[in-house]
């Protein structure tokens, strides 16, 4: 399903945007920091669905541009039998953040989709727009080229926001293939939340806020859905689930715009406790993300603010796009990764069976993971009740506003070594400060997870039931 939301400039007490947001799927997620890639003329890219997936389709090729965008995402490794690694975004050296949410479509158009359906799938959209867009009106288009040359691959419907420094488009994919899809932009003034994705009233015509195919409206119009004479078109009326805006989506917007109406306006803490709050933040939430819409002096010095489980009882560490690798606790292990139950850390089946053969480094493995352990602390603490998850929640707040301090200094610094040649030192300073600060929250959260596992043995409070505890949330 996912979650993500945009704040305008206008809005922040800093003077620029930002982007939040978390993944939910039930599998491994892992950060990557991909580097800026050449590709040889002829060279083309799978997408699609398979046969297996919720709603059939079948894998296709298409063109690869000569040369690929450096980017930080994460990536994860199953959902509703679409091929792996997937994404639901990050961010690119061109300041493009990008932000995938689902969006269910209308039932009819789901049922309508062929089982022999083409073209990238949401996950393929998120990667391309971050390795091919330099701004987020250009991700648009991306996106509405591909689904007209090379067509769309759904599981029901999808979202995307895209955004950079000076605006941001939330873009709907429909599912039918009838290549629908509509974009609405969003801009200094905007406060936005999907989850879904969601949009309400466009104009009969594409103009500079609402861009859609020439056959959006038509095709409403000629499966008897929509009477032209009705004047503005409702996408989620017409196309969409037509339930409206979701409560949890109204109410986090109408938070944030409370926090925006303050004299400090919008704050990092307050992004912070938008993608942290226990009312939409849980077992679901993959992992968390914040991006300071911004474009620094060097592009290396783009930042995003990454957690690897749902920031409810994690907390978020600044990664950089100049940084040369992520630590291994935070790369692909074998917990939660699709298809790694069945695999062995063996070379015996390399030649027999190679699909035996995992695909994880044997010196990842060795290592502790991020995302296990996090999720650990977060199923201690809900078990433990509210004053526990306060207080742990306190930790890395306090934590994060720490971290926040230091970060101007670490980019200056940074940016000193980059004007004097030295741009390789400039990586190695962001790397190592995101390497120790990455791992430092592991070295914290594990004695408090031990704490906490001795406490609710003692009080003989562990839950050895699957009845499973945790907060209430709105969605």
Known sequence: ??????????????????????????????????????????????????????????????????????????????????????????????????????????????????????????????????????????????????????GYSCYGGNSHILADPDEAWVVIEFSGGLGLWVAERLGPDSIRASRPGYMGDIPQEPNEDFLFPDHFIRTASGLGWYAESNGLFNVNAVYGDGKGQWAGQAWIEEEMRCRAARPQKIGFADVVWAIATERLTGDTAGYGQIVPLVHPSHDSLRVMWHAPVGPVAAPLVPVFMGMTDVPAEYAMHRYLTDYEASRFQDMRKAISSPEAVSQVPQGVEISRSAVQIFRQLMHAAFQDGGATLLSVSDIWRAFEADVAAELPAVLRSAEILIEANEADLAARLLTDFSHTRLRSTLTMAEPMLRALEVKLTALSRLNMTTSHTAPGQIW
């Open 1 to 150: 399903m996912s979650y993500g939301l945009y704040i305008g400039r206008n809005h922040a007490g800093s003077g620029h945007a930002w982007l939040a947001g978390y993944g939910d799927e039930p599998s491994s997620h892992w950060l990557e920091v991909v580097p800026r890639n050449t590709h040889a003329p002829g060279t083309t890219i799978s997408v699609g669905v398979t046969p297996q997936a919720r709603l059939p389709g079948e894998l296709s090729s298409i063109p690869q541009v000569p040369e690929t965008a450096r980017h930080v995402r994460v990536s994860y490794s199953h959902y509703l039998g679409v091929p792996a690694p997937l994404t639901n975004g990050g961010l690119n050296e061109f300041g493009v953040a990008v932000r995938d949410i689902w969006s269910p479509s209308r039932a009819e158009l789901i049922d309508m989709t062929p089982a022999n359906q083409k073209g990238p799938n949401y996950s393929d959209l998120s990667r391309i727009v971050l390795e091919r867009a330099r701004t987020a009106r250009e991700g648009v288009d991306i996106i509405a080229d591909l689904i007209a040359e090379h």
